[in-house]
């Protein structure tokens, strides 16, 4: 069966420091990768999607990347970040039919300080 | 207009209540449909998935309507365990609501 890993959970940065956090799917190739984000009583925000290695869509203009190194994993990464980057980082991958759902890794808390 | 809508709620309902949600979304394409739940802190899993012609999975039963352009998920007898946010999901747009809460009270 698919898992999904995602870590760290948890994490405390201050204003300006880099970031970097890691997703990694097991039990399927060529997965779609997706990263959101969660404000704290909000909804869900989509940040980045992958179809495949290498390739990124950016849904919003923000100091995050991402990356796609291997097909089974994704990263969110900043150079600086912000007190407003603060928040819920959810992993999900989806198989490449587009009638599939979504499956969420256990997130990541991002404090910033 | 956002392009997935929620009620935010919350829906505060005793035991045994029947209770419903909508869900509305603006791409007339979107093909597929899901529901979420999220609990406290943790990260969202899925319900159920909405097939057109509606169905059903225990007490949850989900709805689309094309026409009108919203889903639907309806929960018959609620338990207390079933308190937790709703998502509901279009897959087209790879959007999500931003949830209904509901809180059901003994």
């Known amino acids: 069966s698919q898992t999904i890993h995602q870590w760290p959970a948890t994490l405390v940065q201050p204003v300006g420091s880099p970031l970097s956090l890691e997703c990694t799917v097991e039990g399927t190739s060529n997965p779609n990768l997706y990263w959101y984000r969660q404000a704290a009583g909000r909804g869900l925000q989509l940040l980045f999607y992958s179809v495949g290695i290498g390739q990124i869509s950016s849904e919003v203009p923000q100091n995050l990347s991402a990356s796609r190194p291997q097909d089974r994993q994704f990263i969110l990464s900043s150079k600086k970040l912000l007190l407003s980057d603060s928040g819920f980082y959810l992993c999900?991958?989806?198989?490449?039919?587009?009638?599939?759902?979504?499956?969420f890794g256990d997130g990541t808390r991002l404090s910033i300080l | 207009r956002k392009e997935v809508e929620q009620d935010p709620g919350p829906f505060n309902v005793p035991e045994g209540a029947t209770v419903a949600f909508n869900c509305t979304y603006s791409?007339?394409?979107?093909?597929?449909f899901f529901w979420y739940r999220q609990d406290c802190r943790k990260e969202p899993k899925l319900l159920m998935s909405v097939y057109s012609s509606g169905n059903e999975d225990g007490r949850f039963t989900a709805q689309l309507n094309r026409a009108s352009q919203y889903i639907s998920l309806l929960i018959r007898d609620s338990k207390l365990s079933d308190s937790a946010t709703y998502l509901c999901a279009v897959n087209m747009d790879m959007r999500f609501g931003a949830g209904t809460r509901l809180t059901v009270k003994p």
């Open positions: 999900a991958w989806r198989g490449e039919n587009s009638n599939q759902p979504q499956h």
């Open positions: 791409n007339s394409a979107s093909q597929s």
